[in-house]
């Protein structure tokens, strides 16, 4: 395991270091300097005697002493050279702000190829290419090119794209936000967001972690680290370029539903990830997170000077996951003693418009208080009394005092200024909409939600897995060059998945009544017998199906009287035999399937038959391994699986038999790599202990070359 | 038709005048000084000589000259009176700014019925009671207690909130938006929103109209004079107070899905009005479309300085009604000799990290010049070398000379502050986040389709529609106090329907083999029989139920053999007779249905059989009368009407039909206001051209009182 990333450095080169103040090796130094980095500073440019007071040297091996880190600046042909000799020098870390790599393709990709060869040789962890660099406030360490630094906080930052970090610093400086890491991922040669988990799993500089993707690295890492610290606290991420023409095209097909965004949603959601879908979301849990207590339930109050936008908060409230708190009746008493007759003593409180800043102390104070309430929303519109300054120090103190999450919306623009100032410099989230704090609150209600979830061991399933016969039918296929594991209820496909014990519907074709009377016993009856013949469409109307056979006296009568009917009706056709097949009561019809994602690794997918799936695209999918609980919650997802429960009176199915099956199919996906994708389409679901079976089953497999 | 509001006064008296100057009456009387109103001034106030250097009259007859307007300040025990004097002196408008009224209950209740008796008898036109009052920039009149006025600008705003008066002020002048006309309306005792539209309609002052709306006061009025608006100009509505305890209880039944929120998403489309869900879309919207020429298509560019924000709008776009442009390649062969090799020349155009604002010209004048762009997105990051405000001049003047619809991003905070503010200047909308500017487009791009649909007129339709039938029918069930006219094929709601020439399934009780074989004649062959008895549950276990019957002699067999067979199987039976049914073949079952809204009236739904209206909840919705094309809109509009065309290459289904059975239960609807619901469910379909037949009915009535 790799380790040691940037984040101590006693001592700092600055390859490429610049006299030009337009050069990025100018401002580089120079917010090494301005920003009060305590270690050791050597700039390194050959040309160069001093730069802003630093004597310069001509090459790292003319750096007397050891150098922990390095930050390189020259043009991306010279910095595989560079690197190496970093790596001679000994230097742990180094940050590639240079362009010019994977980014431009064709040659830029052989010197980032270049780059990761030179880091795995010598061990170098890389930050970048192509990035803005790194900032750490707690080290008074501004190793970029950013314009500005962030206040010291302790929310940790990481961000794909450099002018999304511009964008963040400077609206964190325009907020007052402050950062405690700030990591500018670039290319990400080599360190990733994964390795930044692992750094600050236990980095109490970093209490809640933002983060901006376009690409994931490596999806089991993903998943695996990011567990770690959702189990401890908030990850917020924005992923970007979630639509494209691969998930446009996702569409009609059970496993091509599996497409890349429901990879991702069903990875963030395996992970406990908070996720943020643009930059006001991003920036609004950012604040909520990382100012405030986290919500322990879903009842909010409402306390405001105006009717409107309580109403408005309202409908959100309703929209949400969250609930308007029902206050008790202590609180309604004690709210009918003190406020005005107007004011409404109910959730949302309704202070009235000539309300001051004692009026919401009495509001917040009481509804705080309360048992049943787990969050408050402050609303301030600016009437002509509203004391807009000392209300919101009022919302301080309270919050304060009580420990609940509170958010302020301050409504309207420059009267209202004076407040949302005093909540930034307090750190109480404020927003221009009350909306949005109801976004906030949900999404910190979800991930409470996420934290006392019990299910966080998986379970091992060992029962009916056979997977030497899988080995071997896998090799068998392999062998014969066969990637497609179709069609019929004798397939391979269908041979796998029995040897991880899912059911699959048996059939067989004989020859004579006596082979059709064996296999019906060992089939199992109910039986149904149908003619096999290429020249035979319709079976039916030759006679050639009988249907509910239960005994092999009946089969054997069966068998002799279709071969008589057809070879009355068609004589001329060409018989292979009869196939004998269980016959399935009737019951409801579901889908379960899985494909294997480039990043994540197999995604598993649930719906109910045909329209549900490709008319509604009513389903559900989660990552593989899919525990017991996830695939409970997987079938309980889909609006339609209450036709599974009782429905209009009907039985209820045998949910917990689709779960196994969901389950057995995710281990046989993660036991076997090259199983690319499997479809069990339909399943039929029988009453409640009655189980399923799989009536169609398919399988693709894919070889690494 | 009631007229004149507020708009012209040349003389206004502020009755309850005062000198306090924490008082509202001083307060307004101030304001109206303040902001050069240009006619006379008379405040009324029997205690005082003179007020902010006005003569002060005792009552409204002491004022010797003619008053057009009066704006009311007293408590709201006088206001009747004062109100009553008002109508004695002839005055045409009445501003009634105290509280006190409807909003109170009980006591305030009656007075506010007093108030509208009053106004009636007199024909003063009011507006409130409890209002901030009225603004008009254009007459610089600001006859209400906002703490400021407004700039000068051809937006018009109207708010049932006064809170959300006071919000949206101070945002606007945090914003540099200004308003021409801006109406608190109270709590609309007279006034209300659709006098304000008829009175807007041929105002140019106010080229965008705004609204705030908690209920809406005459649902026909309200689409009546909004889609007179909306033909001409945006109506941008906010409509709070969509969930309630009632909408949520809207579920499982199809009437019932009509609930309130149903209606006036219905109503709103019906009208063409542009719905804003919070007010940080109202405010967006109102930029776009008051500074910008209207979207023509739906093809957006985007231009940045970044990679990062570009996938974000770009996702945002593939998420929305619009598309990405296809630049053509003359655009791209000119982007591709003036940019960096490093950009990207394709959209989303990527200026690169260091575009100073000559690339932001170079890159804006070859998208707009482009005929297959419709809109553009400037995108700008803080960089190094960002000419922020150089680049914020050059959107200004490209937007100018193109004429193009273009929305600008500047993302961040401090550093970007300068650029905002030469847009905001300039009236060239620009948002914190690009993900607002895709969905202000969109809602741009949905009023232009809205303004180029053709079907604006309604058909009328008057085949197979018998209204004399249907009174007496009605009349009938009146008389006899039924008011569910269920449930048989048979029922007075069947008779109905059939007389609006819906083809609703036949049925008849019959006694004897005569008797059955006629009733078979006449409702056509094939026919099913069925034993008709209340002591016999499953008719198909005693041999009840014969189908398939394609003629007379078959039918008096079947006649008899269920009578012979049910005789022996359940002797002791009481048997009514055998009741013939037409046979419906297979075919698709479909719902249309109608329920009354209290503000819109009927309300028509149309949804796809059982588990996909009650469980799926697709389902379309439309305020009566519906046209042809609105009705095929509506079927369309349901996922799972694909069911309904070649799906999986089964037949297609009469669409027709069911359109034309939407229209015929919407006009019956309309023409019968004691009809308060109606359900066909389910509605056979047949193949195209082959038709539909209801195969259950329901109807519920409602008298008034």
Known sequence: MKKNLLFQPKSIAIIGASRDPDKLGFLVLANIKRYGFRGKIYPVNPKAEEILGYKCYQTIHHIPDSVDMAVILVPAFYVPEVLEQCGIKGIKTAIIISAGFGEIGGKGKELERQIKEIANDHQIRVLGPNCLGYIDTFQKLNASFAQSMPEKNNIAVFSQSGAVCTAILDWANANDIGFSRFVSLGNKADIDESDLFQEWENDNAAKVILGYLEGISEGDNFIRFAKKITAKKPLIVLKAGITSAGAKAAASHTGSLAGSETAVSAAFKKAGIIRAYNLEELFDYAKVFAFEPLLKGNKIAIIANAGGPSVMTADAIFQSKLELAKLNSITKAYLERKLPKMASINNPVDLVGDAKADRYKIGLEAVLADKNVDGVIVIATPQITTEVKKTAEVIVAMQR?????????????????????????????????????????????????????????????????????????????????????????????????RSYGVNVAKSQLTKNTEEAAEAAQSIGFPVVLKITSQDILHKTDVGGVKIGLNNKTEVKEAFKEIMASVNKKMPEARIEGITVYHMVRKGQEVIVGGKRDPIFGPVIVFGLGGIMVELIHDVAFRIAPVTKKEALEMIAETKSSKLLQEFRGGEAYDIDAISDTIIRLSKLMTDFPEIEEVDINPLRVNERNKGVIALDVKMVLKYDI
Chains 1, 2 share one sequence.
């Open 401 to 497: 005092k009580y420990k609940k999450p509170v958010i302020a919306s301050f409504m309207g623009g420059k009267k209202i200024s004076e407040g949302v100032k005093v909540l930034a410099e307090n750190k109480i989230p404020t927003f221009d909409f009350p909306e949005r704090a109801v976004r906030a609150f949900e999404a910190m209600f979800e991930y409470s939600e996420y934290l006392d979830r019990k299910d966080k061991t998986d379970l091992i399933l060992t029962e009916n897995i056979n997977k030497d016969r899988v080995n071997n039918l896998l090799r068998e296929a392999h062998v014969a060059g066969i990637f497609n594991l179709g069609d019929s209820l004798d397939s391979l496909a269908a041979k796998i998945l």
